[in-house]
């Protein structure tokens, strides 16, 4: 498992390019064949993935985490991105087509995840927060959840906001869990931006087309900087930053929130006018 320590609002506007990559870019994911973990300070959050081949992979506690087993304390949202595959949890299986998500509950023992056909793997992307009450794990059907159309053509960010783990659907202890579509030709997400203090934000981006990049705007509102993300990469946002993006052909992200509460319209809205 891999540790990441952010930088604050102060220190990250004295950073390089590299350096702040280094810091809030996650780029080590979907490994075929492999799971992958990266534990985060910003409210001790653990993003990763597994991407199983032949044989099923597990998600186990690493050393880090001073845990019996990878839920003992917390609680872990799935989202495929890939071909068709099964979460086994605590032996009780859930079939997950491509977008299906899963919400797994504090103190679930055993986690394996394995894809239907190698050739075409399952691309599971995992989200976990420390958790102080269980829920019942839950699959979500991407028919199923709630869906928010948002923005307009002429602003360049028609885009459909599906919801999984939330108040109104999955119910969680603080996790928050969906992914947001962009329509052909609108590139922009989350214009003008926001902030949450209550609660930290990780966006996985992917559908990127391979020579197409995002630009995800950050810092705070006086002070932005931005990163050139690719495809299933990954940006952690601290409570203190703004989340926004643009790029050079539509994409899908997936956004996973944890902290103080699960509201999701809870949050500072910045002018466009204010940005620096």
Known sequence: METRYLADGVRYATMSAAELRDTFLVTSLFAPGETRLVYCEADRAVIGSAVP???PLNVSA?????????????????????????????GAPHAMAPLDALYVGRGSREIALASDDAKQPAQFYLASYPAHAAFPTTLARRAECAKVQLGAQAECNR???????????????????????LEEGSVW?????HTHTRRSEVYMYFDVAPDARVFHFMGR?????????ADRQVVISPAWSIHCATATRRYTFCWAMGGENQTFDDMDGVQVGALR
Do not use: W
């Not at 997400?189 to 931006?193: G, L, S």
């Open 53 to 55: 081949l032949a044989q």
């Open 62 to 90: 690493a050393e880090e985490l001073r845990a019996a087993f990878f839920c003992q304390r917390r609680e872990l949202g799935i989202l495929n991105i890939g071909g068709s595959g099964t979460v086994r949890v605590d």
């Open 159 to 181: 885009r459909t906001i599906h919801k999984y783990i939330h108040p109104d659907g999955i119910q969680s202890c603080q996790l928050v869990m969906g992914f947001t579509v």
């Open 189 to 193: 997400n989350t214009m003008p931006p």
């Open 221 to 229: 509102p006086d002070e932005t900087r931005h990163l050139v993300v």
